[in-house]
């Protein structure tokens, strides 16, 4: 856990100064160091033998992956789509869940009981380095690059959301985002979802066993979460082009709410189908905030600055998500139950909600 915990905390720690190199150099380079770092990563996980080994490994992975994940992809399809860029930024941001889906049966199920786990590192950094030639020949930062405009740049009819018509102002600085309340707003709404989402993701399997579930029936819950999660990247990128992405993300947090409360009153007597009903709705919650936080960047901070300030409010969501699994860990020990922790995130989400409807476009 210590693992992971350095590895969300070094992607978020990352993602600012990652948002800037896209914000000044573009994608490509970025994306591709990103690649051969996560590659040289794994690369050195064939070879471990130490604890430490394992910190460091995990602490360079993290960083790599801040390069090759939602900050520059998100810029990238920023630049390329201004009509339904909700809409792309969900189909770019459900590549997470279906990854998830594939690469976890095919490393745990195959590749791992087959070759080994140090095999299985070496099948994972050769997948990374995949990357390296993918955005070298064939990835463009903007579509001014091939001498084309963003689509719909040039349309006029209105594709439904009052944010999906505006005009791309030149957008704040960082410095400048840093100076409004809708910066502050989202990354305080962010932090807690992080909180709260990680929260009860980590600890759902164990919950569920110290209730009274076999392993077996308690770990399906994540397939269910990654097929919800799937289909809710994309399904919340298509609200974004309809309705306010703060009102979508409000929408988002409500549904973990709900797959909480589910969760917390489960007994060894559910069937299996609550069980899959808390997975899908939580999953459906989990996916509503990478292409809202993208599209809120957009709206509010425009596209000047958009890879750093989108960075930085990444870096909120994954300090949360680092925090959240110790925590409820941490009350378990001592209390020897979740409910505790699960209500202080119930709590926290609805917190969320009012600093993210709260949020309003800066003035000019």
Known sequence: MVAFTLFFLLTGVAAPFIGGLVDRYGVRGVISTGAGVVGLGFVSLTRLESLWHLYLAYTFIGAGMAAIGQVPSSALVANWFKKRRGTAIGVMSTGIGTGILVLAPVIGGYVIPNFGWRMAYLALAVLAWTLIPLTLFIVKTKPEEMGLHPDGSEASESVGAPEATLSDFKGLSLKMAFGTAAFWLMAVSFFINGIGSMGVIQNQVPHLQDIGFPLSQAA????GLGIGSAIGKFFFGWLCDRIPAKHAFAISIFLLIIGTAI????????????????AVVNGLGNGGWLPTMSMM??????????GVILGMISLAQAVGASAGPLVAGYMYDTMDTYTLAFTIF???????IAAILAVRRPRK
């Open 220 to 223: 399906s819950a994540l397939t």
């Open 263 to 278: 969760l917390m009153n489960l007994k060894a007597a559910s069937p299996m189908a609550i069980i899959w009903l808390y």
């Open 297 to 306: 960047v957009n709206v509010n901070f425009g596209l000047r600055s958009y």
């Open 346 to 352: 119930l709590v926290a989400f609805f917190i969320a």
